[in-house]
């Protein structure tokens, strides 16, 4: 997301693509889904919200709403194991919103996701995840970095 030019991109095949959709409301979840919910919202002419983490789960602070029944579509960078949108999915559900798709940049899922709404991604790769006893990184004794973490 270093380069707008290219998430401006990115985010228009996800409103492109939900734009018959009907969606009233664009919500992603923080860090990867602020900057997403904000241009795909922008796109499709419609407000853009982010849930916070708040303990274990996720919830609209800073004044977001969503009114019952609003079609909200989330969005998001990655999607591994689904469990980002998971937690907006039940933050929007908590505030009586209507989940009406999920959009993300990269599904890098192992098996593929399946959300029970329509789901789109601009790009589709498998990433293998292990348990740590079965990961060759570790069995290798090869330090595992974490991107922007320490």
């Given at each position: 997301?270093q380069?707008?030019?290219?998430?401006?991109?990115?985010?228009?095949?996800?409103?492109a693509?939900?734009?018959?959709?009907?969606?009233?409301l664009?919500?992603?979840?923080t860090?990867g889904?602020v900057?997403?919910?904000f241009e795909?919202?922008?796109?499709?002419?419609?407000?853009?919200?982010f849930?916070?983490?708040?303990g274990d789960?996720?919830?609209?602070?800073r004044g977001?709403n969503?009114?019952?029944?609003?079609?909200?579509l989330?969005?998001d960078?990655?999607?591994?194991?689904?469990?980002?949108?998971d937690e907006?999915?039940?933050a929007?559900t908590r505030?009586?919103g209507?989940?009406?798709?999920?959009?993300?940049?990269?599904?890098?899922?192992?098996?593929?996701?399946?959300?029970?709404?329509p789901?789109f991604?601009?790009?589709?790769?498998v990433?293998p995840?292990?348990?740590p006893?079965?990961c060759?990184?570790?069995?290798?004794?090869?330090?595992?970095?974490?991107?922007?973490?320490?």
């Amino acid at each position: 997301m270093q380069y707008p030019a290219y998430t401006e991109q990115l985010c228009g095949m996800i409103a492109a693509h939900f734009q018959p959709q009907d969606i009233q409301l664009v919500a992603g979840p923080t860090t990867g889904g602020v900057i997403l919910a904000f241009e795909v919202a922008r796109q499709l002419g419609v407000r853009g919200i982010f849930a916070e983490r708040e303990g274990d789960i996720r919830s609209f602070r800073r004044g977001f709403n969503i009114s019952p029944g609003e079609r909200t579509l989330i969005v998001d960078d990655i999607a591994t194991t689904g469990k980002s949108v998971d937690e907006v999915t039940a933050a929007v559900t908590r505030q009586g919103g209507t989940v009406a798709g999920i959009g993300v940049l990269v599904d890098r899922s192992e098996k593929g996701l399946e959300f029970g709404v329509p789901f789109f991604s601009c790009l589709r790769t498998v990433t293998p995840t292990y348990r740590p006893e079965d990961c060759p990184l570790c069995k290798a004794k090869i330090p595992l970095t974490r991107p922007g973490g320490s």
